[in-house]
């Protein structure tokens, strides 16, 4: 039993629950009564679709809209919502309405789930991300349903909004729109395009930096994570809108037949969509090769910690372009906002780079395999969203192989939970060593 406890370790536990909400997932999506034909998808195309909505991704194999009944769009809602927010929060959610008492073992894993520093104080914030996220998406659903009740009937409208607003907050990207158009008919509609933008943004900064402005009218200060955060996703979406405009410009296929506001907007919600939502105003397959490339390194980037969103994190980019400046200054210490930053977190944002390529650069190579003939920068461009639980695509999801589709619903997995979770997950405990070895000199460069 000792064996047993020490095995389910939070890393491990937290794996197994997310397979485990996946595996039902797809259970409920090959019924019947979630299809529009009453057959139900293949097992394996439920799988697909299960995985992509627990893990907030949004690559789809068949068209939502058009596939799924209400049922079926419910049970990806619900998915959705839970994969977000993660199924311990749900599952505190539930302790707190039977007025049950929360465990040091569950708020070890709350404290593993939401990537937080510390297991102080791990269940008052929990408290805080449900109310944050209640609030946030029935304002996203007030204000979509208005909008979009000028093209539809008001009931259908309000199901869209509601609908749209969690996908988007949760940075999942599954829509409604049909036909795997996503939000490209309202290209040019600022309340479309900026209201799923700042769902998308406030998804993705993290809420344990959402927690800190709410707190900052009493405190008066952030920590250096949230100043991170919040300065390298600035810099990351203004400089993205500022390229994609530039790229796209005289693209007669995208931005061109625009107007200048529309071209604005598009821009913009171009850059934040790849943080990691999913959602687009712009087709992508007719996006230069020059946006495209960007796109697939905004989408490795991706959301912070503690998000509803993936990628290696606007923090450990930080991280390592900080260690990258302090080595050729010639200083020995990384400082971040007169912070210096320990030699941990420089190794493991090390390890999850690392680990993130590596994952990417191997799906893509298995990839071209599968899929040959398929041009090389869809198949990098998918295997890269994949990972990052993003959801954009070039096309390339809905025709994969048999062989493709296990390999994408393994990044979307993998990239989910996180590199470093799940390499926690399967290794053993580490222990300290005994003894250790004498220093060795090698030349780098």
């Known amino acids: ?16 629950g997310f397979a485990a909400l996946i595996l039902i997932g797809s259970y409920l999506l090959t019924l019947p009564i979630s299809t529009e034909d009453g057959n139900g998808l293949s097992f394996l195309n439920a799988l697909f679709t299960s995985t992509s909505a627990t893990c907030v991704t949004g690559l789809v194999v068949v068209d939502t809209e058009t596939t799924f009944t209400k049922f079926g769009e419910l049970v990806i809602l619900s998915l959705i919502q839970v994969g977000g927010l993660g199924f311990m929060t749900f599952a505190t959610f539930f302790f707190f309405l039977l007025g049950k008492r929360i465990s040091l073992k569950s ?9 937080n520093l510390s297991m102080a104080g791990v269940v008052r914030l929990v408290k805080r991300i449900l109310i944050f996220t209640a609030v946030i998406e029935i304002l996203g659903s007030i204000i979509l349903s208005i909008r979009f009740s000028f093209d539809m009937p008001i009931g259908k409208a309000i199901y869209y909004g509601v609908f749209h607003s969690i996908s988007n907050f949760n940075n999942a990207g599954f829509d409604l729109m049909g036909e795997f158009r996503s939000l490209t008919p309202y290209a040019a509609d600022p309340i479309v395009t900026l209201t799923v933008a700042a769902l998308i943004t406030l998804g993705g900064i993290g809420f344990i930096v959402m927690n800190e402005l ?14 991170i955060v919040l300065m390298t996703s600035l810099i990351l979406t203004i400089g993205g809108a500022i390229l994609i405009f530039i790229f796209e410009y005289g693209n007669d296929k995208t931005l061109q037949p625009l107007s200048y506001a529309g071209k604005v907007l598009s821009s913009l919600f171009q850059s934040v969509t790849p943080r990691t939502a999913g959602s687009n105003t712009l087709n992508i397959p007719d996006l230069t090769q020059p946006t495209l490339l960007l796109i697939i390194f905004l989408m490795f980037v991706g959301a912070s910690p503690g998000s509803t969103g993936g990628g290696i994190k606007t923090t450990t980019l930080a ?15 990384v400082v971040l906002f ?16 690392v680990i993130g390529l590596f994952v990417i650069l191997t799906i893509t190579m298995l990839l ?15 295997a890269t969203s994949a990972f990052a639980t993003v959801g954009l695509s070039m096309g390339l999801t809905p025709e994969l192989s048999p062989i493709g589709r296990i390999l ?28 250790r070895n004498p220093k060795g000199k090698i030349m780098i460069g």
């Open 1 to 16: 039993m000792k064996k047993v406890k020490e095995f389910l370790d939070p890393p491990k536990i937290l794996v197994m």
């Open 214 to 227: 709410y707190e900052y009218r009493d405190t008066h200060r952030l920590s250096v994570h949230t100043k």
């Open 338 to 353: 007169r912070r210096r930053i320990v030699i941990e977190t420089i190794f493991k944002a090390l390890t999850v780079t």
């Open 408 to 435: 994408i619903i393994f990044t979307m997995f993998a990239g989910r939970l996180g590199p470093l979770t799940i390499a926690f997950a399967i290794a053993m405990r580490r222990k300290p060593d005994p003894l």
């Open 107 to 115: 708020r070890l894993l709350l404290q593993e789930s939401l990537n």
């Open 319 to 333: 991280t390592l372009i900080g260690t990258v400046w302090s080595q050729i200054k010639g200083k020995e210490d």
């Open 368 to 382: 071209t395999i599968t899929e040959s003939g398929r041009d090389f920068l869809m198949i990098l461009f998918e």
